[in-house]
């Protein structure tokens, strides 16, 4: 028997937009976050502790507060979203910014608005806005000339193509999560991170990585603070956002936190904040206004 259909909920405009910008402020300190980590533990084998302790947290949370576990599409959009965001593109992120400058992914992590709106109209979920495509790509542009100063052509292909598949797959996994029915973000999550758990760690076994407890208290105040933070408040609040907002002006996170992490790596590391990155900086923000005024003014019209 097939279930019956379901009905996005809605959150209002400010509820949404303090998710919204709370998702921003965590993800992009999660950058000079994750580099602070690195001098302590191979990055795979930091994602796969990252995400076995925010897997026992969210289950413990569950059942202290008894939440409902997802069933049917729920249950199954939560292990997908687990599978492709947790076990394929992590990983392949955290691999290829061994060798990829974290500029240039940040600029295919920009892309994800773009394959986000191309994803969600193949599978019938939403259909592609014009405003909406406009603001990704001018979005887009803006993350190019924030980091243009950094464009090499010498990088290798193979970590390249890596970076680009994980940008890729985190689309695709945002708008698999959205194919579900609506269910508790807390139990979601703690399903998506255990689904996502043996697949990291394989990978962190093919890298041949070291397998042991950050030696450092940077390294553990890192490791804290992205499964604190970074996974369980930031992904919590993004599948309570999915739920009620249209994946593609979800997807617009993307576009914003290469932003803050550049500016937070310029205050906290000192590292040079030019010109083209003031001016990439106006063209991302200007971008996302677009795209998300013209979402929030269509809902209206509705």
């Known amino acids: 028997m097939s279930e019956a259909p379901h009905v996005q909920p809605r959150a209002s405009t400010l509820a949404g937009l303090s998710a ?71 990983p392949l992120l955290y691999w290829g910014e061994m060798s990829v400058p974290s500029s240039i992914a940040a600029i295919f992590y920009a892309s994800i608005p773009l394959t986000t709106a191309l994803l969600a109209r193949a599978m019938g979920l939403e259909r592609i806005r014009l405003l909406g495509l406009i603001g990704a790509i001018i979005g887009l542009g803006g993350v190019i000339v924030l980091f243009a100063s950094e464009l090499r052509s010498d990088m290798p292909l193979v970590p390249l193509g890596a970076v680009l598949v994980g940008a890729l797959t985190a689309a695709l996994a945002g708008v698999l999560l959205k194919r579900g029915t609506p269910s508790s973000p807390i139990t979601t999550n ?67 936190t290469p932003v803050l992490g550049a500016f937070l790596g310029a205050t906290v590391r000192h590292e040079h904040l030019g010109p083209s990155t003031i001016v990439g900086a106006i063209v991302v923000v200007s971008g996302v206004v677009i795209a998300n005024v013209a979402d929030r003014a269509l809902h209206k019209t509705r």
């Open 20 to 90: 919204f910008s709370g998702i921003v402020l965590i993800w992009g300190s999660t950058f000079l976050v994750i580099s602070i980590g690195n001098d302590s533990l191979p990055p795979v084998w930091a994602a796969t502790l990252r995400l076995a302790a925010a897997s026992v947290i969210l289950l413990a949370i569950a059942l202290a507060t008894k939440q409902p576990w997802p069933r049917g599409r729920a249950l199954e959009a939560a292990v997908w979203f687990g599978v492709v965001d947790f076990g394929v593109s992590l």
């Open 190 to 256: 703690a399903v998506a991170h255990a689904a996502g758990v043996p697949f990291c760690l394989a990978a962190s076994f093919l890298l041949r990585e070291a397998h042991a407890l950050p030696a450092t208290s940077s390294g553990w105040f890192s490791l804290a603070y992205l499964t604190i933070v970074g996974s369980i408040g930031a992904f919590v609040l993004f599948a309570w956002l999915v739920q009620r907002w249209r994946v593609t002006a979800t997807s617009f996170l993307a576009v914003l």
